[in-house]
Nanobody, 124 residues
Framework: QVQLVESGGGLVQTGGSLRLSCLAS????????MAWFRQAPGKEREFVTA????????YYADSVKGRFTIYRDNAKNTVYLEMNSLKPEDTAVYYC?????????????????WGQGTKVTVSS
């Protein structure tokens, strides 16, 4: 399994921006579909966005569409989540996720590897 390490979380005001990064171990990063999930306090972990192995395919939850952008750099083994126009309801721990092949993991049970999470807090 691939090892994932997120970074970039923090405290930001409503309307602000953050960029999260997820660094993957190993030499097979381009064989994984990558995704971001988030979990707010007291809530279940939910899908945010996913990107295909080459970066040509992306998919977003309706709640973040138009505000968040996922992209990847396979040469750097890194997937990014650019978050703009942040809202208090975006406050959560954000998790990087991976699944080998072209299967798009949109539920937690379909994820093969998880990062440790990075906390994002949006103040009102």
């Amino acid at each position: 399994q691939v090892q994932l390490v997120e970074s970039g979380g923090g405290l930001v005001q409503t309307g602000g921006s953050l960029r999260l990064s997820c660094l993957a171990s190993g030499r097979t990063f381009n064989t994984y579909t990558m995704a971001w999930f988030r979990q707010a306090p007291g809530k279940e972990r939910e899908f945010v966005t996913a990107i295909g192995r080459s970066g040509g395919f992306t998919y977003y939850a309706d709640s973040v569409k138009g505000r968040f952008t996922i992209y990847r750099d396979n040469a750097k083994n890194t997937v990014y989540l650019e978050m703009n126009s942040l809202k208090p309801e975006d406050t959560a721990v954000y998790y990087c996720a991976a699944r080998r092949s072209d299967y798009v993991p949109t539920t937690p049970v379909t994820v093969e590897s998880w990062g440790q999470g990075t906390k994002v807090t949006v103040s009102s």
